[in-house]
């Protein structure tokens, strides 16, 4: 009884294990991408639509639009530093990060949502907002 009870619990903490790992190595991708400026990286995690938010846009985007609108910000704010401050998830199987990027001599906090969809997790919402 005891045995069967052990491997219960062993196999309930693998199916777990498993499944919160692909989110986190999606949020450690995207940290890794942030940290190195390289929008091509973080896109490659992005939602079909992105809520893309960065200091003086606000908008939804493509993809690839979205990639695009990273990658000139990156180009004028080249990228020192990025380490995740706070990370947590939800019910429906939602992950979100909260970190400071240091690009361009400025200091920003940065928030993105990741969902699953269709199998992946993607990127839902990113937004970077200068620290003042």
Known sequence: MLFRLRVVSL?????????ASPQDDTSKLVAEGLGTGNASEVSKYFNAMVDLSLPGSDETYSKTQAGQVLKEFFVQNPVKSFKISKQGSSADGSTYCIGTLEAGGKSYRVYYLIKPVAGKNLVQQLQVQENT
């Open 11 to 19: 196999v309930l903490f693998m199916g777990f294990a498993s499944f």
